[in-house]
């Protein structure tokens, strides 16, 4: 019985944290006058199909081609120079180590927003804006690299020295150790860490537009405010843009959640 009234319970706060995912795809498919109607319908009665019409006439495919760069681009140098420093933390155990990750952690409170003037400020000085995804790129890489290493972090912590040491035994560098023994055993974690950090990078918008300017340069998050004007906001637009951008991240997810939830809780028991 005391299972059935926890699944009961685990099932209403799944709704409810379901519930705007499930009231933006039906927005999406309401007519425009059904929108703010009282009482609320929780099913369309006419409805609409607007995905391609928002799709061509926002031109999406380059708002999306924008984020898919930006977020491979932050991906690849998180990964680059992330995965050799979570090694580090993992490996080599001393107070010097533990000031250096909390330090990572702290960098992690850090709002984007409260960084984004003086790194505007710094890049603009060096030339950079003049690159802006490129720019966007690094700025929010600085921003996820923290969370990269010390989720991948555990995943090396779960690897045994006596591998390592093993393979250095045989004459392996520690370097070609990294590579051919200890990267392979760790690819899981870091592949789902690299994946959550894709997705966190593909819905950036602070960096983007602050250092943005162009219109044909700008990521789908900031396309959103095409749909909002200074006097009226255009609703159902609004939630069938997002219904395109979000389906593709969901479907993602749902396609690894095992992997990631696994490569999340690595580590957290011995």
Aim: net charge positive; hydrophobic share 55%; glycine share 4%.
């Amino acid at each position: 019985m005391k299972r059935y009234v926890l699944l009961a319970i685990a099932l209403c706060f799944l709704a409810i944290y379901l519930f705007p995912l499930y009231w933006m795809y039906l927005t999406a498919f309401k007519p425009s006058s059904e929108t703010f109607t009282f009482p609320p319908s929780f099913w369309p009665s006419d409805p609409q199909f607007n995905f391609a019409k928002v799709f061509v006439e926002k031109k999406m495919d380059t708002y999306l081609w924008n984020s898919l760069l930006i977020a491979t681009g932050t991906t690849a140098l998180a990964a680059f120079f992330g995965t050799g420093c979570a090694y580090a933390l993992a490996r080599v155990r001393n107070v010097w180590m533990d000031i250096v990750l909390f330090l990572i952690l702290m960098m992690q409170v850090l709002p984007p927003s409260l960084m984004a003037t003086p790194i505007f400020v710094l890049f603009n000085q060096i030339g950079l804006i003049a690159t802006p995804r490129f720019a966007v790129v690094l700025a929010q890489t600085a921003k996820v690299l923290p969370l990269y290493i010390v989720l991948c972090r555990t995943s090396f912590m779960q690897i045994p020295k006596e591998l390592e040491e093993a393979a250095r035994v045989d004459g392996a560098s520690r370097i070609t150790a990294f590579f051919r023994i200890i990267v392979p055993l760790a690819r899981n974690g870091i592949l789902v860490t690299s994946v959550l950090i894709f997705l966190q990078s593909f819905g950036e918008y602070v960096y983007s537009r602050t250092m943005i300017s162009q219109e044909e340069l700008q990521t789908a998050t900031v396309g959103l405010m095409n749909f909002m004007g200074p006097n009226t906001t255009d609703w159902n637009g609004i939630m069938t843009y997002a219904v395109i951008y979000v389906t593709p991240i969901v479907v993602i997810f749902m396609l690894l959640q095992r992997k990631i939830v696994s490569g999340l809780t690595a580590g957290a028991l011995k």
